[in-house]
């Protein structure tokens, strides 16, 4: 009996520390991260996400009326819009799958070392749309994911594959994914990149007027 008492408050020990990391230590690690990512989607509804059951689970904002969007401009595509640009022979596109997250986290420029954001790319991964475009030989020439609120984003092209026209495959494939199930594909792209909003033009995109829109056309349950 003397013996068990120690093992039991130990337990007890152990049991009261991992309560207080998961309720204290990791919401404010996920506001930090949050605060961290809205430099990219500067919006008074950040935060306000709630979760619905699904395989994976799906976040949506609740908050979807007309949002102001400071340092970015919107820009959308719809059906009739959107151009085609095809993938070129012998090459591939595909949505990524787990075994590409390692390389989204590496080659996007707002990923920090922090577990939370392995985890958020995870999650956009398994729940939304994504293309990856492949040559020949397999090597990954780019990317580009759906966010959590409906934006497309994180795209990248290695350096030695620009300038060739494969970031308008990679943008229109996701688009077209999007699509699917979407009235509208949307992109948010900081003011200072207008090599971006030219790319986004071409493939389609028009700016949304007064730099607004409705999150409530973009996000929906699937």
Known sequence: MSSFRPVFCLFIIKCSCLFC???LYLPYRFLEISNSLSTEFPTSCWL??????????RFFLQDTD????????TMTVTKDTIQNFPVPDGFTIKSLDMTDAELVHSTWKFAANDPLVKYYIDYLIKSNP????????GDCIGLMLQYHIGAMGMLYVFPEYRR??????IVSSLAKKCLQSQKLAMVRIETFNTESMELHKKCGFDFVEDGKCSLSNYVCDQ
């Open 21 to 23: 990391f998961l309720t």
């Open 48 to 57: 306000t996400m709630k979760h619905h059951g699904s395989k994976y689970g």
């Open 66 to 73: 007309e949002t102001d969007v400071t340092n970015t401009v």
């Open 130 to 137: 994504s293309c990856i475009l492949r040559n020949e030989s």
């Open 164 to 169: 060739k026209g494969y970031a308008k495959v």
